[in-house]
């Protein structure tokens, strides 16, 4: 078996990335949103991979397996976006959360960036447990930086301090 690793999105995986994030958004959680609702998607390097953000993918054996991005909102903060496992790949067993995440926060920190901020919703626990076991706190929506690009699906944000 091999063992998943991480590498920054490149065009080659575009409609695996937007397959991954539709199938678990719509399939697995049942969230009414579609692929017109996330233009970010169809455009990925422009959208994540400039001015300082990045977007990473989990791959194994030539599949994409996990996503992860960061928005640079300024003032020395990001903004965590489109963290997504397959549900086989979740766990300790392949650890790509981690994996994709580490790869996140030593991007940031490279960055000079000194908050990491991201939205969520209510309806994914283990997301919760994921975040709070890293080191994120529960913070009330009003406590958002202005530039924090908010979702109508996120009910629930996070903050982390570097």
């Known amino acids: 078996m091999e063992k998943v690793r991480i590498e920054k999105f490149s065009k080659e995986y575009q409609d695996e990335v ?33 001015q300082g953000g990045n977007f990473w993918i989990a791959v194994d054996d030539q599949q994409v397996v996990g996503t992860i991005a960061l928005i640079d909102i300024g003032n020395h ?3 965590l ?3 997504f496992v397959k ?8 650890n790509t959360a ?15 960036m000194q908050e990491i901020f991201l939205g969520t919703t209510e309806k994914f626990l ?3 447990r994921f975040y709070e076991k890293n080191k994120f706190a529960q913070i009330p929506k009003e406590h958002l930086p202005r530039a924090f690009p ?6 629930r944000f996070y903050k982390l301090m570097l």
Do not use: C
């Open 18 to 50: 937007i397959d991954l994030i539709l199938d678990i958004q719509q399939k697995e959680f049942s969230i009414p949103i579609r692929k017109e609702d996330q233009p970010d998607l169809s455009d990925i390097p422009n959208f994540y991979q400039t």
């Open 77 to 79: 903060q990001g903004a």
């Open 81 to 83: 976006r489109k963290m």
């Open 87 to 94: 549900t086989e790949y979740r766990g300790k067993t392949f």
């Open 98 to 112: 981690k994996l994709l995440l580490s790869a996140l926060l030593s991007w940031a920190s490279d960055h000079h």
């Open 126 to 128: 283990a997301a919760h």
């Open 150 to 155: 908010l979702m109508k699906v996120d009910t």
